[in-house]
C-alpha cells in the first residue's frame, strides 16, 4: 500500500485548475485528481479554499477521485470560511472542515506546496 508523501502539500484555490474557460478548468482538475489517485501520487494534504471549496461538494465532477485519494491517507482541509461564504458548509461531501490556522500549519511544515 502506497502511503500519503509527508512533505507535499496541494493548495486547490479555483473551481477548476489554470486560467482558462471554466469547463476546460473543471476537466483539467478532474484529470489531474484522477491521476493522482490512479497511480498512487498522495500528497500528505490537499488545502481547499477560495474557490477551491466548490470541488467538495455534492455532484462535482471530482469527488469520486477525492474519496478515494481521502480513503488512501489524503487530509482534505477545507476552509470554513469559505464554506460558509458561499453557502456550502452543508453540502460538504468530502474532507474535514478547518480554519486559515490549519492551512497555514500545513503550508509551515511542507517541504513542497504545490498551488494548482
Known sequence: ???????TVILVTRNGMGDAEPALQQTLITTYLKLLDE????????????DGVKLVVK???????????????VRLILCSTCLNYYNLADQVQVGIVGGMTDIIEAQRRAVKVISI
Open 1 to 7: 500500500m502506497t502511503v500519503p508523501d509527508s512533505e
Open 39 to 50: 497511480n498512487d501520487l498522495l500528497p500528505a494534504i490537499i488545502c481547499f479554499y477560495a
Open 59 to 73: 455532484d462535482t465532477p471530482v469527488i469520486a477521485s477525492l474519496k478515494s485519494l481521502e480513503a488512501k491517507g
